[in-house]
T-cell receptor, first 115, second 112 residues
């Protein structure tokens, strides 16, 4: 019963490097999202997707790209890492409902440090 | 835009004490409201939710009531245990994609 799986769990990058954070869900959820968690600021939405082939920006999208080629996978790409992107990243998925009132299921998180 | 404000922590309690974490929100229309809990080193788990005014969500001894007149969703537990030590997040959900807006989180430490 995997749920939402994120890899890697920890990562250290040098400024300017690129990398992809992986996220996969096995619940056949339509909706997937990426959040970053910073101290005292809760979680903030980076990008989200309402289905395969459809993505949109959240509150803090700059410096991040996403794509959704399958229902299961929603990778987050950092094109040129900056120290301000040091954070804990969470992927979430949820099923759709007519009134959008469903809860999200979260992965275990990826702790990223940019030096 | 949407926003969620919750009391800052840390909140330190003794076992069997009463816990309240205040949460207020700003949103247009009728959002859904959630409490998520994050145990050390783990991701977020749904604790409880309420989808319309006057709904009461409950789970594991925790309760919260959706109060539209005061735009609040305060979390309460009558007798906390050491195992309740965690960070608690209030959140509202609205619109397509089930996008969530989170409060800043409240760290709770329960001492034996």
């Amino acid at each position: 019963n995997a749920g939402v799986t994120q890899t890697p769990k920890f990562q250290v990058l040098k400024t300017g490097q690129s990398m992809t954070l992986q996220c996969a869900q096995d619940m056949n959820h339509e909706y997937m999202s990426w959040y970053r968690q910073d101290p005292g600021m809760g979680l903030r939405l980076i990008h989200y997707s309402v289905g395969a082939g459809i993505t949109d920006q959240g509150e803090v999208p700059n410096g991040y790209n996403v794509s959704r080629s399958t229902t299961e996978d929603f990778p987050l790409r950092l094109l040129s890492a900056a120290p301000s992107q040091t954070s804990v990243y969470f992927c979430a998925s949820s099923y759709s409902s007519p009134d959008y009132r469903t809860e999200a299921f979260f992965g275990q998180g990826t702790r990223l440090t940019v030096v | 835009g949407n926003s969620v404000t919750q009391m800052e922590g840390p909140v330190t309690l003794s076992e069997e004490a009463f816990l309240t974490i205040n949460c207020t929100y700003t949103a247009t229309g009728y959002p859904s409201l959630f409490w998520y809990v994050q145990y050390p080193g783990e991701g977020l788990q749904l604790l409880l939710k309420a989808t319309k005014a006057d709904d009461k969500g409950s789970n594991k001894g925790f309760e919260a009531t959706y109060r539209k007149e005061t735009t609040s969703f305060h979390l309460e537990k009558g007798s906390v245990q050491v195992s309740d030590s965690a960070v608690y997040f209030c959140a509202l959900g609205k619109a397509a994609g089930n996008k969530l807006t989170f409060g800043g989180g409240t760290r709770v430490l329960v001492k034996p």
